[in-house]
């Protein structure tokens, strides 16, 4: 039976085995994200009458290993799709399984699928430090997660752009991130421009999604499941709506309530 060490540090990535591994993990990882549920809002609660904690060093090692690990998995996975293309040609690239799953970019590909449920670590500190908890945070979470479970094992295509756009954005993000608990002011239009890289990657997601379905509908064989398909355009379209929902509410509605509160500080 394959185990998580075993996948990560055999001598020459097998995606067999990763795909074995994650498969066996799959349900118990979707148990774990509905009790990651149960604990941020029992911690929210608990949290209620109690001073926020500062957790400043643990927040300034746990931003700073995302950004690494995210900035190191979008340089390898994105060799990898360069690679893909032109070797196979842009199409292929989304279309059909190729080298991008094996190899440094397989396996970086692996420890992303793996490191969605490390991420709920992000709530922890929001919740404990009694930052704002909005819905998308957790539903973003939480979906992600299971997708990239689910769709690991079955062979998804066009998982390698949502693995190095998604590393691309995180890590940006996540040095943004790192920056501000380091006590850094950062401006405003940071935030909207990395809210923009993050929209944008989903509506990029979706172009490759209408193309698959498309090509599935003249007869084309494509390397992704109905159920994976239709699980991805769903999230997708929920992506873009949460997340330009909550850019409207931040950066345009009445000013911005982001630029506002920038401006609250400087008056002070």
Known sequence: MS??????TASTFNYE????????VTFPYFIY?????????????????RKPLELKTPLNLWNAWLAVFS????LVTGLGLVNEIYHR????????????????SGWWTWLFVMSKAAEFGDTIFIVLRKRPLIFLHWYHHVLTMNYAMYS??????????????????HSIMYGYYMLRSLGFRIPAWIAQNITTLQLLQFIVTLGILFH??????IGEV??????????????EISYVALFGNFYYQSYMKGGGKKYQAEQKKKAH
């Open 33 to 49: 994200s509905l009790f990651y549920v149960a604990v941020i809002f029992s911690l929210k609660s608990f949290m209620t009458n």
């Open 3 to 8: 185990t998580f060490w075993g996948v990560a």
């Open 212 to 217: 698959v379905g498309y090509l599935r509908a």
């Open 89 to 104: 040609g842009f199409v292929s690239s989304y279309t059909r399984m190729g080298d991008f799953f094996n190899g440094a």
């Open 152 to 169: 690991y094992v079955h062979d998804t295509a066009f998982n390698s752009w949502i693995t190095w756009m998604n590393f691309s954005v």
């Open 71 to 74: 900035t190191l998995g979008g």
């Open 17 to 24: 085995q990763a795909k074995a591994y994650t498969s066996s």
């Open 222 to 235: 494509i390397n992704c499941s109905t159920t994976v398909f239709w699980f991805c355009l769903i999230m």
